[in-house]
């Protein structure tokens, strides 16, 4: 099945830098990655998502990068905030295969120092 | 409001015991989800069901069993209760099996096992 790997686990920035969030998946029949966001207590909301057919996708502050060939995606985040501070997921998923469900890596927790 | 509805927000149950937990999905989708996550642990995927069928499992155990009904909420049944199955339990929902917009979770239910 699907393995989906998310690099960093924590991650620390001052306000106003970047980060950027690594995740590879397995199954190069995979065809659409979203991101969620998750504050503390609360739902997973998504934020910005790509399908297999874009190499790159911008909404505001967010980015998301696609790299099919290698089989790894990339969250970027900048000029950070402190609200931005929050646990985010990758997950991948085989959009119109038998399963679609969607498999999410581990979760990389972001804090925003002010 | 997502539009998902979960219920009950807390649980707490003592080892050994049976608990449902109920989900309703948003208007419109067909597509139910279950999801598991422990402390510190990513976004766990159970079990799919679409339109009133099981579609996908994942890492669902025995004790556990699900259902959706004609009217397409869906409930997750946890039997024989083990304090490792305290976790927040999301229910999460898309138009089709595939998603492919994404899921609109619900906020969750925190089952707390003693």
């Known amino acids: 099945g699907e393995n989906v790997e998310q690099h960093p686990s924590t991650l620390s920035v001052q306000e106003g830098d970047s980060a950027v969030i690594k995740c590879t998946y397995s199954d190069s029949a995979s065809n659409y990655f979203p991101w969620y966001k998750q504050e503390l207590g609360k739902r997973p909301q998504l934020i910005i998502d790509?399908?297999?057919?874009?190499g790159e996708k911008k909404d505001q502050r967010i980015a998301v990068t696609l790299n099919k060939t290698a089989k790894h995606f990339s969250l970027h985040i900048t000029e950070t905030q402190p609200e931005d501070s929050a646990v985010y997921f990758c997950a991948v998923m085989n959009y119109g295969g038998s399963q679609g469900n969607l498999i999410f890596g581990k979760g990389t927790k972001l804090s925003v120092k002010p | 409001d997502s539009g998902v509805t979960q219920t009950p927000k807390h649980l707490i149950t003592a080892t050994g015991q049976r608990v449902t937990l109920r989900c309703s999905p948003r208007s419109g989708d067909l597509s139910v989800y279950w999801y598991q996550q422990s402390l510190d642990q990513g976004l766990q995927f159970l079990i799919q069901?679409?339109?009133?069928?099981?579609?996908a499992k994942g890492n669902i155990l025995e004790r556990f069993s699900a259902q959706q009904f004609p009217d397409l909420h869906s409930e997750l049944n946890l039997s024989s209760l083990e304090l490792g199955d305290s976790a927040l339990y999301f229910c999460?929902?898309?138009?089709?099996?595939?998603?492919?917009?994404?899921?609109?979770f619900g906020s969750g239910t925190r089952l707390t096992v003693v």
């Open positions: 999460a929902s898309s138009v089709e099996p595939g998603g492919g917009y994404g899921y609109t």
């Open positions: 790509i399908r297999s057919n874009v």
């Open positions: 069901y679409y339109n009133g069928e099981e579609r």
